[in-house]
């Protein structure tokens, strides 16, 4: 039997007291097992849903087998950080979550991919309809996915990392439960954000959220970049990496890898390849996500409009809950706006808006990264904040 005993002190504020907020402090292990024993019901309940999803679809479920076989050695050589936490949370015993499970939920985005192009049953579309806005010290977006494949993202958290090794190995993460990560922040000041993308390429490598996880852990906006354009990808996609110093936009593929760095400005990008033409000349995502010229333009029009002085967290969070952009099944949208949040890399703080939450300009779940490193971490596997016990 395994117990995992938290002290009181954490890094974190929750300026609403929200029960979003999951603390995981330690070294990776520890917070991999901190995660699983806090959420192991929630991360039940979804991996369940997504195997009823796939069940629908013909040889659905045995492709995500062979999907998790083949990239779990990848995950291990190319994304240590994620591999370490996987597996502290397998060891922690919870019944219903194990290696097996975190694995499939690791890859479960490409598999969705994959059978969305393929047009079987439930997943007749891609449904991403991510929207994006990056400018040196500030960046948010809205995530959007179909609510049905994600239990209406009533059980979506925010995992607040408070690790061993240096600023970078704290972080707020926004994500589904067991998912290793999805967009957020680290306390280096290093924000990513991620759109689907699609010119049709995919092959076995780093599966998305893992790369987001491991580019969360690095020190600087440089050195995420070369490890984003150093390991093998395993589909298409963009990403807005902000720091206070630049935004750089990647739109990424298995062989692509181009990067638009903005000193002075903005970017916004949806679900459509906007920087590389060849990718461009093979664009499937334009023809999957239909709103996605759409809502490029809106966002970028709300931006032009306002302008750049002045512009924070509030006024950016307004635009990104303004429709087309914000999607709750009002003024001709869909319902499909799980989340939309801002990082304000400069003062360290995340505010975000989660499904059912209301629309326009009204108070989100405000979490400020006040904290650096755990001080006495001088044993791996131990930390001041988090005990490992075995009876």
């Known amino acids: 039997m395994v117990r995992w005993a938290l002290l009181a002190m954490l890094p974190f504020v929750d300026g609403q007291g929200s029960g979003r907020l999951i603390s995981l402090e330690g070294v990776a292990k520890e917070r991999g097992a901190s995660m699983a024993l806090q959420?192991?019901?929630?991360?039940?309940?979804?991996?369940e849903a997504k195997v009823l999803a796939y069940s629908t679809i013909p040889d659905g479920l045995s492709r995500w087998d062979e999907m998790a076989i083949a990239m779990a050695p990848v995950i291990e050589q190319h994304a240590p950080v994620t591999w370490q936490e996987l597996e502290g949370a397998a060891a922690a015993f919870v019944p219903g979550v194990n290696r097996s499970v975190l694995l499939h939920l690791a890859v479960?985005?490409?598999?969705?991919?994959?059978?969305?192009?393929?047009?079987?049953?439930?997943?007749?579309?891609?449904?991403?309809?991510?929207?994006g806005f990056g400018s040196p010290g500030l960046s948010g977006?809205?995530?959007?996915?179909?609510?049905?494949?994600?239990?209406?993202?009533?059980?979506?958290?925010?995992l607040a990392v408070r690790g061993c090794e240096g600023l970078s190995d704290s972080a707020l993460i926004y994500t589904h439960p067991g998912w290793p990560a999805y967009m957020g922040m680290n306390g280096a000041g290093l924000a990513v954000l991620w759109q689907f993308i699609d010119n049709g390429e995919q092959r076995i490598g780093v599966p998305t959220n893992v790369l987001i996880r491991e580019m969360l852990t690095r020190p600087t906006l440089e050195s995420a970049l070369e490890y984003l354009q150093g390991v093998p990808r395993a589909i298409a996609n963009n990403f807005i990496l902000t720091d206070v110093h630049r935004t750089v936009n990647v739109e990424v593929s298995p062989s692509h890898f181009t990067a638009l760095?903005?000193?002075k400005g903005f970017v916004?990008?949806?679900?459509?390849?906007?920087?590389?033409?060849?990718?461009q000349d093979h664009d499937v995502g334009i023809i999957q996500s239909k709103t996605s010229v759409e809502r490029y333009h809106a966002l970028r029009n709300l931006v032009a409009a306002h302008g750049l002085a002045g512009m924070n967290r509030g006024i950016l969070a307004g635009m990104l809950r303004t429709h087309p952009i914000f999607r709750d099944g009002a003024e001709g949208t869909d319902n499909?706006?799980?989340?939309?949040?801002?990082f304000d890399v400069v003062n360290l703080t995340m505010?975000?808006?989660?499904?059912?939450?209301?629309v326009g300009g009204a108070s989100g779940h405000f979490f400020e990264?006040?904290?650096?490193?755990l001080n006495a971490c001088a044993e791996k596997g131990k930390s001041i904040a988090a005990n490992l016990l075995t009876m």
């Open 351 to 358: 505010e975000i808006w989660f499904k059912g939450d209301g």
């Open 141 to 158: 977006q809205n995530n959007d996915e179909d609510p049905s494949l994600y239990l209406d993202a009533a059980e979506d958290v925010v």
């Open 268 to 279: 916004v990008h949806t679900n459509h390849i906007i920087f590389d033409q060849e990718m």
């Open 261 to 263: 760095t903005v000193n």
């Open 369 to 373: 990264l006040n904290g650096g490193p």
């Open 336 to 342: 499909h706006t799980l989340a939309s949040m801002v």
């Open 39 to 47: 959420l192991g019901s929630s991360i039940r309940r979804l991996f």
């Open 108 to 131: 479960e985005y490409e598999l969705y991919v994959e059978t969305s192009r393929e047009k079987h049953g439930l997943m007749a579309a891609v449904n991403e309809k991510c929207t």
